[in-house]
């Protein structure tokens, strides 16, 4: 923020290293919000995300349009499939053993015509991929047969997730509109 930026830009160049330049940018921030003083700045936080949020490379870091921020792309090179992340298990997850398009189009040409799969494929969480007996319906759609299931569930969970949110905001607005507390 500008508050900041020309004393901090005064005092930079006087400190030794980047600890302490960022030590002199941390205080001048927590003061700031402290005081209470104007909007509160987060400009630490955003240095930090800035910084050091992992980057897959720079090109998908900075365009925010770029196709592997879609989820179930392809990347043009390696073939692999963007997949949504379970934060639950981030710590368990393997970006080597996402499904390949090509590992997707075999095990849809292997699965028999009951929905069973003739080879387990094993998950990127280390457990096996789930199987299509695992299906509810007696038809289930092409990607319940395939190693992509899990992910997409991980996904409709992150949808239905922000549903739920939005439709709790929505009663909460609209019971206050109407006089409710």
């Known amino acids: 923020p500008a508050q900041h930026r020309e004393p901090l830009?005064?005092?930079?160049?006087?400190?030794k290293d980047s600890v302490q330049r960022w030590e002199l940018l941390r205080g001048r921030v927590?003061?700031?919000?402290?005081?209470?003083?104007?909007?509160?700045?987060?400009?630490?936080?955003?240095?930090?995300?800035?910084?050091?949020?992992?980057?897959l490379d720079i090109n998908v870091s900075?365009?925010?349009?770029?196709?592997?921020?879609?989820?179930?792309?392809?990347?043009?090179?390696?073939?692999?499939?963007?997949?949504?992340?379970?934060?639950?298990?981030l710590d368990q997850f393997d970006p080597f053993a996402v499904p390949t398009i090509t590992s997707l189009c075999h095990e849809l040409d292997t699965a028999g015509s009951d929905g069973e799969q003739e080879d387990v494929?094993?998950?990127?969480?280390?457990?096996?991929?789930?199987?299509?007996?695992?299906?509810?319906?007696?038809?289930?759609?092409?990607?319940?047969k395939?190693?992509?299931?899990p992910y997409v569930r991980i996904l409709e969970q992150f949808v239905e997730g922000m549903e739920s949110a939005r439709r709790g905001e929505r009663i909460r607005r609209s019971g206050e509109s109407q006089g409710v507390p």
């Open 30 to 55: 927590e003061r700031t919000r402290a005081s209470g003083r104007g909007a509160p700045s987060y400009a630490d936080w955003e240095v930090m995300l800035q910084f050091c949020f992992p980057r």
């Open 121 to 144: 494929r094993v998950g990127v969480w280390g457990s096996p991929a789930p199987t299509p007996t695992s299906a509810h319906s007696p038809n289930p759609p092409d990607y319940k």
């Open 62 to 89: 900075k365009g925010l349009g770029h196709l592997l921020k879609s989820p179930f792309s392809v990347h043009p090179k390696t073939g692999r499939v963007s997949v949504p992340l379970d934060l639950q298990r």
């Open 146 to 149: 395939t190693s992509l299931a």
């Open 9 to 15: 830009q005064a005092e930079f160049p006087k400190k």
